[in-house]
C-alpha cells in the first residue's frame, strides 16, 4: 500500500510500532527545516496552499511577474544612460532613456496580460504500465486575443516524473478557441499517482518580465503491473470449475452447444450454416474450445514477493489475450470470471493494480 502524503507532499512515516512518527526534539519540525533549501520550504508552502483542480482559472490572484535577468541588465542600461544623459546634459539621451523605459513598462502589462484570463483543464489520463510514460493533455482555453509563447512545465523534477518522460512544453492560443498541450510523467511504480504540481510562464514579448502561475491538479494517473520479463508459462493448473466435466462430454469432436466466434477458432468450427441462415459467426464448443478458459490464479503465481506474482499475473493475462483464451483471475478475497476483450483487460489490470 502506499504510503500518505503530508501536505507538504512528502510520505508520511510511521513510528516503531505503526504509529505516528514523533518528532525529534533536537531538529525543528522533525529535521525538516535542516534538510530544505529556503526555496524549497517556500515552494512546499505555497504548494499546500494551493486547491487541488482540474480546472485552473487564471486573474490576477493566482499570477506573479518578476524581472529576468535580462530585465535587470536592461534596467541597469537605462540607469547608467540616464546617469550619462544629466552629466552631459544631453536633451537626447532623456528622450532615448525615458522612451526606452516606457516600452519595458508597457512590456511587462503584455507580459502579465499574456497569462491573464486563460482557462486551463486537464483531461483524465488514461492507464499505463508502471515505468512507461503516461500522457497527460492540458487544455488552454483562450476568451481573447491571441496569446503567443506559453510554457508548461513541472513545478521540480518529481520521482515521478523520470527523464524519459517530456516535462516542458510551448504552445500558442488561438483568439477565441483552444490549445492543447501534452506532457508525460513516468510512474516508477504500480498503483494511484498524483500528477505532479504544474507551472504555467511566458516571456512574452520581449524576455524583460517573466509572469508565471502555479497550478495543483487534482487528477491521478493508475499504473499497472509492469509485466514480468521474459514472461513464464501459462500455467496447466486453474482451469475453470466444470471444465473437465465438459470435455469428457465433449470428446471427440461432439457438439457441445453453440457460441459467438472468438479469435483463434479454426474455420471448421465455424457453424456455416447458421452463417448462412443468421449472418452471425458463430462456432461449435467442442473440448478443445472448452479448454480455452484458464484461471489466473494468485497460488500459481508463486517463487517471489508480492511485486513480482502480480507483474507475473499480468504478462500471463497478455499472453493469454494473444492467444485467443477466456482468462480470469484469482486473488485472496477477490475472483473474476473469465473473459475477453479490451474492458476485461483493463478490469483485471486495475484491480491487478489496485490490490
Same mark, same amino acid.
Request: hydrophobic share 40%; charged share 20%.
Given at each position: ?15 516503531? %510500532? =505503526? ?9 525543528? +519540525?522533525? #529535521? /525538516?527545516?535542516?534538510? &530544505?533549501? *529556503?526555496? @524549497? ?61 516606457? %516600452? =519595458? ?9 499574456? +497569462?491573464? #484570463? /486563460?482557462?486551463?483543464? &486537464?483531461? *483524465?489520463? @488514461? ?80 524576455? &524583460? ?84 478458459? &484458464? ?61
Amino acid at each position: 500500500m502506499t504510503p500518505p502524503e503530508s501536505a507538504f507532499g512528502a510520505p508520511l512515516q510511521g513510528g516503531a %510500532a =505503526g504509529g505516528p512518527a514523533q518528532p525529534d526534539p533536537q531538529r525543528p +519540525l522533525g #529535521g /525538516l527545516a535542516s534538510r &530544505l533549501s *529556503p526555496q @524549497a520550504w517556500f515552494r512546499r508552502w505555497l504548494r499546500a496552499r494551493l486547491p487541488s483542480t482540474d480546472t485552473w482559472v487564471l486573474g490576477q490572484r493566482n499570477i506573479y511577474i518578476v524581472p529576468t535577468r535580462a530585465g535587470f541588465t536592461f534596467a541597469l542600461t537605462l540607469l547608467v544612460m540616464l546617469l550619462a544623459a544629466i552629466n552631459y546634459q544631453l536633451n537626447l539621451g532623456y528622450a532615448l532613456t525615458f522612451l526606452l523605459a516606457g %516600452a =519595458g513598462l508597457v512590456s511587462m502589462q503584455v507580459t502579465h496580460g499574456n +497569462l491573464r #484570463g /486563460l482557462t486551463l483543464h &486537464l483531461r *483524465p489520463a @488514461a492507464p499505463v504500465f508502471a515505468g512507461e510514460p503516461a500522457p497527460l493533455e492540458v487544455v488552454i482555453t483562450n476568451p481573447g486575443h491571441e496569446r503567443h509563447g506559453l510554457a508548461l512545465r513541472f513545478d521540480e523534477a518529481p520521482t515521478a516524473v523520470a527523464r524519459a518522460g517530456r516535462s516542458h512544453a510551448w504552445c500558442d492560443a488561438p483568439a477565441q478557441g483552444q490549445a492543447s498541450v501534452h506532457l508525460s510523467m513516468v510512474p516508477p511504480r504500480r498503483g494511484w499517482h498524483r500528477v505532479p504540481t504544474l507551472v504555467v510562464e511566458t516571456i512574452f514579448p520581449f524576455g &524583460l518580465f517573466r509572469a508565471w502561475t502555479v497550478w495543483r491538479p487534482a487528477g491521478r494517473v493508475l499504473a499497472w503491473p509492469r509485466p514480468e520479463q521474459p514472461a513464464p508459462a501459462l500455467p496447466t493448473t486453474g482451469a475453470a470449475p466444470g471444465d473437465e466435466h465438459r470435455a469428457r462430454r465433449g470428446a471427440g469432436s461432439e457438439l457441445d452447444g453453440v457460441r459467438p466466434w472468438r479469435r483463434g477458432d479454426t474455420m471448421r468450427q465455424v457453424v456455416w450454416k447458421k452463417v448462412a441462415h443468421s449472418g452471425e459467426l458463430v462456432s461449435r464448443e467442442t473440448a478443445g474450445s472448452a479448454q480455452r478458459e &484458464l484461471w489466473l490464479d494468485w497460488a500459481d503465481a508463486h517463487g517471489g514477493d508480492t511485486e513480482l506474482r502480480l507483474s507475473r499475473l499480468a504478462a500471463w493475462l497478455l499472453h493469454a489475450e494473444r492467444e485467443g483464451i477466456d482468462c480470469g483471475l484469482r486473488l485472496p478475497g477477490r475472483e473474476l470470471a473469465p473473459g475477453q476483450g479490451e474492458a476485461h483487460r483493463r478490469l483485471v489490470l486495475d484491480t491487478l493494480a489496485q490490490w
